[in-house]
């Protein structure tokens, strides 16, 4: 495996404002934890398609609905110990053009991640997803070019894993790992309630955790002491290089 660097860090890349806390929100505070500097790309505020509950209110702007939007991600972010930044590149339809596709390179060649988080490549509920999935891979080799931005330091190669989508069978999603988020649980689900335009999902979110929590035990074996109650799901794009396999 590549020798690390000094000062270990994560990527993330969210289609939406909330997309980070519910699918990978135990992974960043259990790295933030080990000293990892976490950092999130919220692409959209979900400001159209996922804020019904605050349409539903009345009397509400756009404007007004990505204020809220923001100030819950950003309270969310800071309790899993992250850093985050918002490219506010719309929702339904969120879209990206080539400058976009830049600014987010230079975010890897500024964080230089050990590892990325994003969406699955397919979903057909929400086009959103795979978009920012297509975005961040793109984005990522970039990033590795000797030629682009030439004098900085290129990217090297982190490992890049997809984050459970809502509705994994129909996203040909399986997981090949299986985190064990359960000594902050808490702080994720801290989290959870911070997305208040959303509350509909809190108990979804915690049922996935129980769930995964479970075969995360039953995969690391009876016989292990470790406890596990949280989990989540996640599936690697590229092979893992190393020489053990135990």
Not at 18 to 40: E, S, T
Request: net charge neutral.
């Amino acid at each position: 495996m590549s020798e690390k660097r000094d000062t270990q860090s994560g990527l993330v890349v969210s289609a939406h404002s909330a997309d980070f806390v519910w699918r990978a929100g135990g992974a960043i505070a259990l790295h933030v934890q080990q000293g990892y500097q976490m950092h999130i790309v919220c692409l959209s505020y979900g400001e159209r398609g996922e804020s019904a509950k605050l349409w539903r209110k009345g009397n509400v702007t756009e404007a007004a609905v990505k204020e809220t939007r923001q100030q819950e991600a950003q309270h969310a972010a800071e309790l899993l110990g992250a850093t985050i930044e918002f490219f506010d590149l719309g929702d339904y339809p969120l879209r990206a053009d080539e400058k976009i596709l830049l600014r987010l390179a230079d975010v890897y060649r500024r964080v230089q991640p050990h590892f990325v988080l994003t969406h699955p490549m397919q979903d057909p509920y929400n086009y959103d997803h795979p978009l920012a999935f297509n975005l961040a891979m793109e984005a990522r080799i970039i990033a590795q070019a000797e030629g682009y931005r030439p004098g900085e330091k290129v990217l090297e190669a982190p490992p890049v894993y997809c984050f459970e989508p809502h509705q994994p069978e129909q996203c040909n999603w399986k997981p090949d790992v299986l985190l064990n988020i359960s000594e902050v649980w808490e702080r994720k689900y801290a989290a959870i309630q911070c997305m208040r335009g959303q509350e509909h999902l809190w108990e979804y979110y915690t049922r996935v955790a129980l769930q995964r929590g479970v075969q995360a035990k039953r995969n690391i074996g009876i016989t292990s002491h470790k406890a596990i109650s949280h989990a989540e799901g996640f599936q690697s794009i590229y092979p893992r290089v190393t020489e053990k396999l135990a």
